[in-house]
C-alpha cells in the first residue's frame, strides 16, 4: 500500500499527512493558555508555541513476541508537546501517526507473475520512489492547538524490535501498546533505559495517516482499545487479502506486479540486527500461498472488517476514487462495517490517486479535521458530528456533501450483455436480447486492458465487448458494479476479468495532482519549515476512453474464495464477481461500455496465453448501482 517515504533518522519529529488555516506565529506565542486550549468559533486556538515545543522519545513495551526471541517486543514513539506540559502542569491529549516507513524502506524483489516461462525464474525488482512524501503539517498546525504530536515505528522498523508481519495481530499490539502507554496501561523507557511515563496524557489518543499508515490506525481501532478516540485513516487497508488477492486469485495493487505479504515485510525491515527475522518472514511467504489465493487462516489474521463491533474511536473514513494501490473496496467495506456497528464516521472520496487531499482543498480539509479531533479528543461541542457525514469530489473538481454513501436514490439495475448485430461488438440492454454464444482467446500476457479495450467499435479476438447506445443524459455509476456470466473456460488460465468503461473523447483526472503556484501558510514557521505548503489542482488528460473500474474471479473459486474447485474444460458454470466500488458519471454523447478479458496484464498472475472463454450472452448481465434517473438514461 505504498505511499513509501524516506523519514530522516529515527529522531525526526515531523509526522506527515495534511492540515491548514493558522493565525500568524506572533499571536501563537502570545497568549499561552497553561491549563488548557483556548476554544473559539467551535475549535482550538493556535496558543501555543511551536517554536518551544519539547520532545521525548519512548520505547514502549508490547504484549508481542513477534521475533521469539522470549522478550516482549518495543515499539518507539517520538514525541513533541507544548513546553507547558512540562513547565505548567498542562495536560494533552496525542495525534499520532504509527508508520513502517519512518527509517526508509529497502529495495526488494518482487515474486514472478508470468506463470511457465523460463524467464520468469529471475525476481523482478519495484524499486518505490522514497520521494512521494505528503507534506508534515501536525506540528506546525496542531502542537499549537494544545495537542502531542507523535510518529511511531511499528514493531520491526526504525528504533522498534520484534518482526514487521504485514498487518497480523503482532502488529496490532504494537499500535494498541502505544495508546495503552498514554493512558498509563503499558510500560515504557527513555532511550538510556530510565523508565518512563506519561504525566502530560490525558489518555485521550487520535491516529491519522495514509496508506500503510492509514491501516495501522484501522487495526488499533479494530482492538478495541480504550482511549483511542478517534482516527482518519487515509487509503487504508480493512482486510490485507482485498490488498493482495480478489475473487479468489492473486492480484497485485496497481503498480506493484509480484508484490506480497513478505516483500512488503522485508521492505519495511529496517530494526537493528534483522536478520533475526528471516524465519518469521520465511514462515508468512511459505503460508500466503501463491499458487491458489485462497482466502485462509493468514488472511483472517490480517482481516479487521469483522472487528468493527470493537471499535470505540469516531472514524473519519478517506479514500481516492482512483486509487489503484489500495483499491476502494477497503475503505468502503469498512465504511459499511462501521455503519452497522452504529460507529460515529465520516467519509470522504476524492478524485486523487493513492494521496491525500490535503493540498487541494487545504481549509476545508483542516477545519473538518480539527473539528474531528477536538470534538473526539477534547470534548469541544463543535457539531462536527451533525455535518452530512459524507463529502465527494466530482471529476470536475467540485464537491458534493451527502448523508450517506452510496448517495440515498441509488438503485441496483440489472443490464444484459446480448450479441450485436453482427456478434460483436455486443449491447448493454435493459431487456434480454437473443441467446448466443461468444468466444475470446487470452492475450493478456502480452496485451494490456488498455490495449484490449480499444477500438470498442470492432471485433477482437481477445475480449468480449458490451456497449450502450449514446447516452442521451448523463449516468451515475454509485457503488459496487457486478458481473454474473454463464461461461466456459478451456485453458491454463483461471481469471475472469471486466472492465467498466467510458467511451468518448473527453478530459478527465488522472488521479494526479499539480502545483497551482499558490502558497497557503497553514501553521507556525520555525526554522527550515515554514509552515506553508503550494495548493494543488486536479491534473487532467484527454482520452477517447477511461477505465471507470474493474475487478477479477478465479474461476476455481466460483462457489467460495476460501476453496478452489476444479474447472471442467468446455463445461459452462455460472460466475459471479463483483467490480471495485466506484462513483463516477458517465456524461450524456457518451458510451458504457463493459469489456471482458481474462488474464489483467498489470494485476493478475499471468499464464501461457490461448485459454479459450465462451460466454452464453442474454443470460450474463452486468448489475450497475446507478444514481437516481440512471435507468431512464440508460433506456
Known amino acids: 500500500m505504498r505511499s513509501p517515504r524516506a523519514v530522516a533518522g529515527a529522531a525526526a519529529l515531523t509526522t506527515a499527512a495534511a492540515l491548514l488555516a493558522a493565525a500568524p506565529p506572533a499571536a501563537a506565542r502570545s497568549a499561552p493558555a497553561p491549563h488548557g486550549p483556548t476554544v473559539a468559533h467551535g475549535e482550538t486556538q493556535p496558543v501555543f508555541s511551536r517554536a518551544d515545543a519539547v520532545t521525548q522519545t519512548v520505547n514502549i513495551e508490547t504484549t508481542a513476541d513477534s521475533d521469539h526471541d522470549g522478550v516482549r517486543d518495543r515499539v518507539q514513539l517520538r514525541i513533541m508537546r507544548p513546553k507547558e506540559t512540562d513547565t505548567a502542569g498542562l495536560k494533552v491529549p496525542t495525534i499520532m501517526e504509527p508508520s513502517p516507513y519512518w527509517a526508509g524502506i529497502n529495495d526488494v524483489p518482487n515474486h514472478p507473475v508470468d506463470i511457465g516461462d523460463a524467464q520468469a525464474r529471475a525476481l523482478s525488482t519495484s524499486r518505490r520512489n522514497l520521494a512521494e512524501m505528503f507534506p508534515g503539517y501536525y506540528d506546525n498546525y496542531f502542537l499549537p492547538r494544545g495537542y502531542a504530536v507523535a510518529d511511531l515505528d511499528s514493531i520491526g522498523t526504525g528504533g522498534s524490535t520484534g518482526c514487521p508481519t504485514s498487518g497480523d495481530h503482532s502488529e496490532q499490539a504494537g499500535a494498541k501498546a502505544a495508546v495503552d502507554w498514554l493512558n498509563g496501561r503499558a510500560r515504557g523507557w527513555a532511550p538510556d533505559g530510565t523508565p518512563v511515563k506519561a504525566t502530560w496524557s490525558t489518555g485521550n489518543v487520535g491516529m491519522i495517516g495514509q496508506s500503510y499508515d492509514g491501516t495501522l490506525p484501522n487495526m488499533a481501532a479494530a482492538s478495541g482499545v480504550e482511549g483511542l478516540k478517534a482516527i482518519v485513516p487515509i487509503a487504508g487497508i480493512s482486510s490485507w487479502y482485498d490488498y493482495y488477492r480478489a475473487g479468489g486469485g492473486v492480484v497485485a495493487p496497481g503498480g506493484y506486479q509480484g508484490e506480497d ?68 473496496k477497503n475503505s468502503v467495506q469498512w465504511w459499511n462495517a462501521l455503519k452497522k456497528a452504529g460507529v460515529p464516521r465520516k467519509l470522504w472520496l476524492h478524485q486523487g490517486n493513492h494521496s491525500t487531499p490535503f493540498r487541494w482543498r487545504v481549509e476545508e480539509w483542516l477545519r473538518q479535521t480539527l473539528h474531528w479531533f477536538d470534538r473526539y479528543l477534547y470534548g469541544v461541542r463543535n457539531g462536527i458530528e451533525n455535518e452530512p457525514r459524507v463529502d465527494i469530489e466530482h471529476a470536475d473538481g467540485t464537491w458534493e456533501t451527502a448523508k450517506d454513501w452510496p448517495v440515498p436514490g441509488t438503485r441496483t439495475v440489472p443490464v444484459h450483455l446480448d450479441a450485436g448485430a453482427s456478434g460483436q461488438p455486443g449491447t448493454l440492454d435493459l431487456q434480454a436480447g437473443r441467446g448466443a454464444t461468444q468466444s475470446f482467446t487470452d492475450e493478456g500476457k502480452t496485451r494490456t486492458a488498455e490495449d484490449l479495450l480499444a477500438n470498442e467499435g470492432q471485433a477482437d479476438p481477445n475480449r468480449l465487448a458490451y456497449l450502450t447506445g449514446t447516452l442521451s443524459r448523463p449516468v451515475r455509476i454509485d457503488g459496487t458494479p457486478s458481473v454474473s456470466v454463464r461461461a466456459s473456460l478451456d485453458g491454463r488460465s483461471p481469471y475472469l476479468t471486466a472492465l467498466l468503461v467510458d467511451y468518448g473523447t473527453d478530459s478527465r483526472p488522472t488521479g494526479a495532482r499539480v502545483d497551482t503556484g499558490q502558497k497557503v501558510c497553514y501553521g507556525q514557521s520555525v526554522p527550515g519549515d515554514e509552515g506553508c505548503t503550494t495548493r494543488q489542482a486536479l491534473a487532467m488528460q484527454t482520452a477517447p476512453y477511461k477505465i471507470i473500474t474493474r475487478g477479477w474471479l478465479d474461476a476455481r473459486n466460483r462457489r467460495s474464495f476460501s476453496r478452489t474447485d476444479p474447472i471442467t474444460p468446455g463445461r459452462t458454470y455460472a460466475f459471479r464477481w463483483d467490480l471495485q466500488p466506484t462513483d463516477y458519471t458517465v456524461k450524456a454523447g457518451h458510451r458504457l461500455g463493459v469489456i471482458l478479458l481474462s488474464t489483467d496484464h498489470d494485476y493478475t498472475l499471468r499464464y501461457p496465453a490461448g485459454t479459450e472463454v465462451t460466454m452464453r450472452t442474454g443470460v450474463s448481465l452486468v448489475d450497475l448501482p446507478l444514481a437516481r434517473g440512471g435507468r431512464e438514461a440508460l433506456g
Open 261 to 328: 505479504l513478505d516483500v512488503l515485510a522485508k521492505a519495511v525491515l529496517t530494526r537493528q540486527n534483522p536478520e533475526v527475522c528471516k524465519k518469521v518472514i520465511d514462515d508468512i511467504e511459505a503460508t500466503q500461498d501463491r499458487e491458489t489465493g485462497d482466502y485462509g487462516k493468514v488472511w483472517a489474521e490480517r482481516d479487521y472488517v469483522g472487528q468493527a463491533r470493537n471499535v470505540h474511536a469516531a472514524v473519519m473514513v478517506v479514500h481516492g476514487l482512483n486509487d489503484w494501490n489500495v483499491k476502494l
